[in-house]
């Protein structure tokens, strides 16, 4: 067990935990941001990304006393429009994808306000929807200034 | 277990060196790594590309957008795993990923885990090998070890310099390790010789975010054309010219990948010929 001090959204938090302990179940169970989902739990899915330094990473392969960045997880991206674009564009079905979906559409913005079709398949491929909701995520990311 | 954070080359003794993680990670949940030691490398391990020199350290998100690398690098990173995890892992850490082979990642004992038989010879093993396959048929799923194979990449590490097919060496019962790196050895480095084309191309079973069936790396490099495969050898292979592939060993359910591999030959070196 040992100490782990992070920032995330902005404000810092500690907790006690043994190394070893991914960042994805730090933050759920210690810090309580369960917006971060753990699907995979392996690197495949993409569910639980949230962004370090605004970077999107896999936080359940992340250890959380790895981490030297700040993070970014769903809770931060509240007032994102790329939220209201989501509800507009019907891009949820069960919803488990989605905060992983816009914590890497976010980065995606960021770099590129205006995507290509192809620049979001490119930068969008590492989160998986079980559900198929794909074209509504694109559309959802196309139009996400309104 | 601890985690120490090493500030110098000296503070990695011992333990289970980690930089990205991407690997690491699971395989120590998965007990397939046992340690009480991990030692964070990330402050130690040069990042960034410096004309024909490639830190360690460098991202394969930073890789896949830089203009200074060779296509083949550039393309056969921007076609590795998926955004997220292109982010996290490093180049070095991408050269000495373990295999993918299922029976390995479930901890079956088999010939690779030191048991005393290969269970994907004698069971599922459509995405394993078509050479040097008789001891493990594992598949190397490094797309970046292929283009950098045919690129003619050396090696720079913390105890030498070696060529890159130097640091792979076929597992017997002897010794299993894949690579020849000594115990503490850190690979700091990658160096590219002057480049005069080159292609990375990949059949894969979806089109994005999936690893290798076959990679096809051809580069044109002082007048010599060297070609390079990921997915069909226990090691990333270097082929012995555009005929090389009639020295093919498939097993039953891998003989599909020798006529890929024939097709995406094909096609690599009429496109660097042609550049
Ligand atoms: C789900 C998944 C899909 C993937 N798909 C692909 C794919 O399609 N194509 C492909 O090419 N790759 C693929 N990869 C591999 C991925 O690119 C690598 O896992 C990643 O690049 C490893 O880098 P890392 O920094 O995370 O390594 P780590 O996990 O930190 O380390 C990996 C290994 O290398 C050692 N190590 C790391 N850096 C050094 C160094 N500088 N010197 C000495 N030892 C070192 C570590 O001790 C460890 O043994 C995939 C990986 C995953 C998990
Ligand atoms: S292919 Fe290699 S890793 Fe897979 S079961 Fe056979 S010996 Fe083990
Ligand atoms: S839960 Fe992390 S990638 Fe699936
Ligand atoms: S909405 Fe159900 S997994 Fe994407």
Redesign the pocket.
Known sequence: MSDVLLTVNGQSYSAYAPVGMSLAQLLREELGFTGTKIACN???CGACTVQIDGVPVLSC?TLAHNVTGEITTIEGLRDHPLIEAFVEADAVQCGFCTPGQVVSAAALVAATPDPTVDQIRHQMAGNICRCGTYPRIEEAIQKWRG | MELVRATSLEQVDGG????????????LRDGI?QTEKLVD?RGV?PRGVAGNRIG??T??AELEVDPQVPDALRE??R????PQ??N???????????T?CWYWRLKYPCHLHGGDRCHAREGEHREHAIFANDYCASAH?????AALLALGTRVH?TQRELALEDLYRLPTVEERELVT?APG????ELELPPVDASVYLKA?DRKR????QV?VAAARVGGETRIAL?GVAPVPWLLDGVDGLDAATPLPRTAWKVEVARALVRRAVTSVAAK
């Open positions: 392996e690197g495949h392969i | 289970i060196a980690i930089h990205g993680g991407t690997e690491v990670v699971p395989l790594l490398i391990i360690a350290g991202t394969l056969a990173c076609l590795a795993a998926s995890l292109r996290m892992g490093s180049i070095g850490g991408n050269l000495l990923q373990s993918r799923p490094s797309d970046v070890a590490t790196l050895e850190l690979i700091l894969m975010w999936a690893f290798p990679g990921a």
